[in-house]
T-cell receptor
């Protein structure tokens, strides 16, 4: 069974500082990995996804994530935090089998930006 | 930009009552999903649906739950006899294809409160 673990349920960074949100995965097959963001009172929006092409994946709003197989990690980063980045971030994994494409989510990390 | 819509945004019901949560997936998508998020917990997969039948369901999706695509646009989740523990945010999602690389687009969710 596949799973993801997000370290840190709450992360606070100052505006302009580096954002680092951690995600480690467990999967018996090469995984597909996703980061979603949820703004207050909204649905989940895809930030980026890893689908076994380039290990460094660039997403929307200046976010990127690097797939590291040796560390079973897919951490999300942004060089300079903006107030509008305040939201909840979810890491998710899919094993990619056709017809079995359900997403397994982590518990989420709430990002707070300090002015 | 096309989006997944869900109605109602908030549903309050009495224990034992039936509820139907409605979703309109993106029009050219063929795969549909329901997830739920109990307050403070992770987003959990409930069911996936393709070609008018269930592709996969989780252990949460017991006989009290059913899904239907009654026409060419709506996708519904019915809970026959609600329990207190069914209180959660329910998300509908859709994707164009069924592979793990296909992005699932989420709706804004329906918050179900069972009293």
């Amino acid at each position: 069974a596949q799973s993801v673990t997000q370290l840190g349920s709450h992360v606070s960074v100052s505006e302009g500082a580096l954002v680092l949100l951690r995600c480690n995965y467990s999967s018996s097959v090469p995984p597909y990995l996703f980061w979603y963001v949820q703004y207050p009172n909204q649905g989940l929006q895809l930030l980026l996804k890893y689908t076994s092409a380039a290990t460094l994946v660039k997403g929307i709003n200046g976010f990127e994530a690097e797939f590291k197989k040796s560390e079973t990690s897919f951490h999300l980063t942004k060089p300079s935090a903006h107030m509008s980045d305040a939201a909840e971030y979810f890491c998710a994994v899919s094993d990619g089998n056709f017809g079995n494409e359900k997403l397994t989510f982590g518990t989420g990390t709430r990002l707070t930006i300090i002015p | 930009e096309p989006e997944v819509t869900q109605t109602p945004s908030h549903q309050v019901t009495q224990m034992g009552q039936e509820v139907i949560l409605r979703c309109v997936p993106i029009s050219n998508h063929l795969y549909f999903y329901w997830y739920r998020q109990i307050l403070g917990q992770k987003v959990e997969f409930l069911v996936s649906f393709y070609n008018n039948e269930i592709s996969e369901k989780s252990e949460i999706f017991d006989d009290q739950f059913s899904v239907e695509r009654p026409d060419g646009s709506n996708f519904t989740l019915k809970i026959r006899s609600t329990k207190l523990e069914d209180s959660a945010m329910y998300f509908c999602a859709s994707s164009e294809g069924g592979q793990g690389t296909d992005t699932q687009y989420f709706g804004p969710g329906t918050r179900l409160t069972v009293l």
